[in-house]
Structure formats: structure tokens, C-alpha cells
């Protein structure tokens, strides 16, 4: 349920104050429900606000979020999963917390939790980019490929640096919508961001190719 209402906003919103009252309406309406193998976890100076301005947090709410992080990365995912909820009930307006609970969830296949952790975050801030990709990344997975796109696509306009969005970008072009061109180009622009990745340099060169085969085709076609 709340997934369409996402869909549908993704859409046909035309602002992000009107995003922010479909996402209300869809908690309501439910009821209060709750690309690589990276952590897309939170920066120790929660980027919270719209557009990637960061929110300086306190002191100890950097420690307890740091500490989280750290678990999380060390695969201890229990263990993270309470150390970000009892971040949560005391520095409540922190999305990226949110995420982090979403992304334990969906490696547990908890798709329906990682959905209200999405939710929860993007109340907070509509704009963060890091939800609009988990977002995307269970958009893609429940077979919603323009919908997925739409929410990645918010992720790199509210983010234009926001590396991971574009390789899932590249990914969703090339093996699910079929886009060669577009593919390729978010593939170059995640490796601008992020730096060499032996992987992907080799799939970029691998798309020039195929690009440029459809155009020699296209060519003798004529």
C-alpha cells in the first residue's frame, strides 16, 4: 500500500512539499506501518537537511551514531539495529539513522520494515538522498523500474555527488530499461565521484562497445 502511493508521487508530484504530504497521507492511510555491497550508511555529521546541508549534531549523538556505524560495518547487524534505535529515541530528526535501519532490514529480507524506515526518513527530510536510493532500490525489487528510476533520479538532483545513486542508475539502464546511453553515462559519473572501480571501468568499456556495434548497425541499416 504505502509502496504506490510512493509510486504514484514519484509521478506526478510537482514539488517537494507536495512529496512531504503524500508521504503523510500514505503513514496515515497504512496505518503507521512500519548495486554494490557497500554500507550507505550516514556521515558522523548527519547530512538531515534538504539538499545535503549538513545538520551539526551534538557530541554524544555523533558517538552514539558513530558507534552504530561501526557495528554496522563490522556485520554485527543486531546489535546495530538497537544501537540506531536507541540513537533514534533521543535525536529523533536524524533520517540517516532511518536509512541505516532500512538497509539492515532489507539484507535481512525485511522488505516491509525497510519500507517504513524509508518513510520514516523522508518525513524528516524529503530530500535525502540516501532514502530517495533505498527508495529506489525496493522500487527496483518489487519490479517498479520506472518508479525506481524516478526515486534515483530525485536522489542525484537532491545530491548531484551522490556516487551510489548513479551506479544503481547505470545498473537499472543497462539491465532493466534496456538504455544503453543513459547507463553509460551514469556509469562515468559514478566513477568521477567515487574514484577507479576496477568492476565498472570494465563495464563501461563494455557498453562503449555495444554502443558503438548498435551504431555501425544502425549505419548499414541506412
Known amino acids: ?107 535481512a529480507g525485511d522488505d516491509k520494515a525497510a519500507e517504513g524506515h524509508i518513510v520514516d526518513a523522508l518525513i524528516i527530510d524529503p530530500e535525502h538522498a540516501a532514502a530517495l536510493n533505498q527508495l529506489g532500490m525496493l522500487l527496483r525489487r518489487q519490479g517498479k523500474f520506472i518508479e525506481a528510476e524516478a526515486a534515483y533520479l530525485k536522489a542525484v538532483t537532491a545530491s548531484p555527488d551522490y556516487a551510489l545513486a548513479h551506479y544503481n542508475l547505470g545498473v537499472l539502464n543497462e539491465l532493466y530499461l534496456q538504455r544503453l546511453d543513459a547507463a553509460l553515462q551514469h556509469f562515468e559519473r559514478y566513477q568521477e565521484i567515487a574514484g577507479e572501480d576496477k568492476q565498472v571501468v570494465k563495464w563501461i568499456a563494455d557498453l562503449r562497445r555495444r554502443l558503438d556495434a548498435q551504431q555501425r548497425t544502425a549505419k548499414v541499416a541506412e
Open 1 to 107: 500500500m504505502l509502496l504506490q502511493h510512493f509510486s504514484n508521487m514519484l509521478r506526478h508530484a510537482g514539488s517537494m512539499r507536495c512529496l512531504t504530504q503524500l508521504v503523510l497521507c500514505a503513514i496515515v492511510l497504512s496505518g503507521c506501518a512500519a548495486g554494490p555491497n557497500r554500507a550507505q550508511t550516514g556521515t558522523s555529521q548527519e547530512q538531515a537537511a534538504a539538499g545535503g546541508r549538513l545538520r551539526v549534531a551534538p557530541a554524544s549523538a555523533l558517538t552514539l551514531f558513530e558507534q552504530a556505524v561501526a557495528v554496522m560495518a563490522a556485520g554485527d547487524a543486531t546489535d546495530a539495529e538497537l544501537r540506531f534505535k536507541e540513537f533514534l529515541l533521543q535525536y529523533p530528526g536524524y533520517p540517516g539513522a532511518h536509512v541505516n535501519l532500512a538497509i539492515i532490514s532489507a539484507r
